[in-house]
């Protein structure tokens, strides 16, 4: 399809980068800086409803010269990407955090177009552009808060580690290019598949992951994860630990599964091999990911920093849809990211309350807030089980079809680490729910405190405001419904995925 004609499915991402413009003239002629997350928050819903009616109206073309591919699969995680977006800005419209300036929104809106870029990629160079115009606005939010060392510090540390990261995978597809003189991803599936068994090729292709493993912080390349995660705004951490994850799996989703799946039908060949050297390649990285993040997060006290290895885990559960290398696979691994975005930025919108009434993130901040803040102890009890994978919450259902698919594939002893990391984790987040309802403020035992623990100042019910109330409700009952009702949500991803 020509320029021209490829305008009309290319309108979500010109609305987001119109947006941009608008925010900054918009900066530029009115002194009204509180308007701000408003009109980020309209821009958003038209990008939404935008890429809502490319879904309705089943549109699957290439656009641009077949630079960007246009499908139900894209536009499902553009939608998941722009309501991330859209609930960060809500987190900042809490009254206790100040109205952010210009280059907040602006970053965020870029961020939320190179995710865009990235999940409808069908080209390398057009992967590469939409990972760094990612990367790039990460790395400025991260380091947002002004006068903070631990937030420059987090910034800094992101560049490094991205820059890295960023660095192999373009070598690893300078190499492709070189390999079969094409960027665009259909040409080169076609060709490797003709040609699979080289080892510059192989080689290659283990760059590229590492390079889109960093976004999914899984081992190897993700040191990064914690610090930046304690580091970075407790918003734009919730919004870094969902959309960026998500755009990566995509991509992964679209670059491995769609290259190395259509050899498993083949007969038993060299190629063979290799593939099979790479589901096992991928279950040991997806083992050691959930492994080392849930073992990290076991003796932390600093609650970013907890969810920060809770994400490094979850991110080896949703890998193992991958390994299994079947459509059942691919189905969970799409299932289990909206159902972590509501549990996950839910944990983080609770993390962000507690934090601007203590102006801390550990957990001993939290003894006694059971009883204090009742509905916010509930609350994140919920959300936390749902992280865990109890039923019957929307967080159980996830995981339930990434094993599901796991077993089905016959990969037993997978499934087995899988399960026992899940009684792992049970114990890092049992810890917060037990200070919350079974614990006695710090600060109480030392003035002879008793069980009755009576309602602190700094936790009266007034400090929740009707906003925090209402947000908190909008994230915890998906959660909910999710667990007992997800069977719109499984035929949808079906659609999109042409199951």
Same mark, same amino acid.
């Given at each position: 399809?020509?320029?021209?004609?490829?305008?009309?499915?290319?309108?979500?991402?010109?609305?987001?980068?119109?947006?941009?413009?608008?925010?900054?003239?918009?900066?530029?002629?009115?002194?009204?800086?509180?308007?701000?997350?408003?009109?980020?928050?309209?821009?958003?819903?038209?990008?939404?409803?935008?890429?809502?009616?490319?879904?309705?109206?089943?549109?699957?073309?290439?656009?641009?010269?077949?630079?960007?591919?246009?499908?139900?699969?894209?536009?499902?995680?553009?939608?998941?990407?722009?309501?991330?977006?859209?609930?960060?800005?809500?987190?900042?419209?809490?009254?206790?955090?100040?109205?952010?300036?210009?280059?907040?929104?602006?970053?965020?809106?870029?961020?939320?177009?190179?995710?865009?870029?990235?999940?409808?990629?069908?080209?390398?160079?057009?992967?590469?552009?939409?990972?760094?115009?990612?990367?790039?606005?990460?790395?400025?939010?991260?380091?947002?808060?002004?006068?903070?060392?631990?937030?420059?510090? &987090?910034?800094?540390?992101?560049?490094?580690?991205?820059?890295?990261?960023?660095?192999?995978?373009?070598?690893?597809?300078?190499?492709?290019?070189?390999?079969?003189?094409?960027?665009?991803?259909?040409?080169?599936?076609?060709?490797?598949?003709?040609?699979?068994?080289?080892?510059?090729?192989?080689?290659?292709?283990?760059?590229?992951?590492?390079?889109?493993?960093?976004?999914?912080?899984?081992?190897?390349?993700?040191?990064?994860?914690?610090?930046?995660?304690?580091?970075?705004?407790?918003?734009?951490?919730?919004?870094?630990?969902?959309?960026?994850?998500?755009?990566?799996?995509?991509?992964?989703?679209?670059?491995?599964?769609?290259?190395?799946?259509?050899?498993?039908?083949?007969?038993?060949?060299?190629?063979?091999?290799?593939?099979?050297?790479?589901?096992?390649?991928?279950?040991?990285?997806?083992?050691?990911?959930?492994?080392?993040?849930?073992?990290?997060?076991?003796?932390?006290?600093?609650?970013?920093?907890?969810? &920060?290895?809770?994400?490094?885990?979850?991110?080896?559960?949703?890998?193992?849809?991958?390994?299994?290398?079947?459509?059942?696979?691919?189905?969970?691994?799409?299932?289990?990211?909206?159902?972590?975005?509501?549990?996950?930025?839910?944990?983080?919108?609770?993390?962000?309350?507690?934090?601007?009434?203590?102006?801390?993130?550990?957990?001993?901040?939290?003894?006694?807030?059971?009883?204090?803040?009742?509905?916010?102890?509930?609350?994140?009890?919920?959300?936390?089980?749902?992280?865990?994978?109890?039923?019957?919450?929307?967080?159980?259902?996830?995981?339930?079809?990434?094993? &599901?698919?796991?077993?089905?594939?016959?990969?037993?002893?997978?499934?087995?680490?899988?399960?026992?990391?899940?009684?792992?984790?049970?114990?890092?987040? &049992?810890?917060?729910?037990?200070?919350?309802?079974?614990?006695?403020?710090?600060?109480?035992?030392?003035?002879?405190?008793?069980?009755?623990?009576?309602?602190?100042?700094?936790?009266?019910?007034?400090?929740?405001?009707?906003?925090?109330?209402?947000?908190?409700?909008?994230?915890?009952?998906?959660?909910?419904?999710?667990?007992?009702?997800?069977?719109?949500?499984?035929?949808?991803?079906?659609?999109?995925?042409?199951?």
């Amino acid at each position: 399809m020509n320029n021209l004609d490829s305008i009309k499915f290319f309108l979500p991402e010109i609305v987001l980068t119109g947006g941009v413009l608008v925010i900054i003239l918009f900066e530029l002629i009115t002194s009204y800086k509180k308007l701000l997350p408003y009109l980020s928050l309209w821009i958003l819903v038209v990008a939404f409803f935008c890429t809502a009616n490319l879904l309705v109206k089943n549109v699957d073309a290439s656009i641009f010269e077949n630079l960007i591919r246009i499908n139900g699969f894209t536009t499902f995680f553009k939608l998941l990407f722009t309501l991330a977006s859209f609930i960060t800005i809500l987190f900042s419209l809490s009254r206790r955090q100040p109205h952010h300036n210009i280059e907040y929104y602006s970053l965020l809106l870029i961020v939320t177009l190179g995710l865009y870029l990235l999940a409808s990629a069908n080209d390398l160079l057009i992967i590469y552009l939409g990972l760094e115009t990612v990367s790039i606005s990460s790395y400025l939010l991260t380091s947002s808060q002004k006068g903070i060392r631990r937030s420059a510090e &987090a910034g800094l540390k992101y560049l490094i580690f991205g820059a890295i990261a960023s660095g192999i995978m373009l070598y690893g597809m300078s190499l492709l290019y070189g390999l079969y003189g094409t960027t665009s991803l259909e040409t080169l599936f076609a060709l490797i598949q003709r040609d699979y068994y080289q080892p510059v090729l192989l080689a290659s292709l283990f760059m590229v992951f590492i390079g889109l493993g960093y976004k999914i912080a899984v081992v190897p390349v993700h040191m990064w994860c914690p610090d930046v995660y304690e580091g970075a705004p407790t918003e734009i951490t919730g919004f870094l630990s969902v959309a960026p994850k998500a755009a990566g799996f995509a991509i992964i989703i679209r670059f491995f599964y769609k290259l190395l799946q259509p050899l498993t039908i083949t007969p038993l060949t060299v190629s063979d091999l290799f593939l099979n050297n790479w589901q096992w390649l991928f279950a040991v990285i997806s083992v050691v990911t959930m492994t080392l993040g849930n073992l990290a997060a076991l003796h932390q006290t600093n609650l970013k920093r907890l969810l &920060a290895y809770s994400s490094i885990a979850h991110a080896g559960y949703i890998l193992m849809g991958l390994v299994v290398m079947q459509e059942s696979g691919i189905q969970a691994m799409v299932l289990y990211l909206p159902i972590y975005l509501f549990m996950n930025m839910g944990a983080f919108f609770v993390i962000y309350i507690i934090e601007n009434i203590t102006g801390s993130v550990d957990i001993d901040k939290y003894e006694g807030l059971g009883w204090r803040l009742p509905f916010i102890g509930v609350v994140m009890s919920i959300f936390l089980f749902s992280l865990i994978g109890l039923p019957p919450l929307g967080g159980f259902i996830a995981k339930l079809y990434i094993f &599901a698919s796991v077993i089905e594939a016959k990969w037993y002893l997978l499934a087995l680490v899988g399960l026992l990391n899940g009684v792992v984790s049970l114990y890092y987040y &049992a810890r917060i729910i037990r200070a919350m309802f079974l614990k006695i403020p710090t600060e109480e035992l030392k003035n002879g405190g008793t069980k009755e623990l009576p309602v602190s100042s700094s936790f009266s019910p007034s400090v929740l405001s009707l906003f925090d109330t209402i947000l908190l409700m909008l994230l915890v009952i998906p959660v909910l419904i999710l667990g007992v009702y997800f069977t719109p949500l499984v035929n949808l991803i079906n659609r999109v995925l042409g199951v």
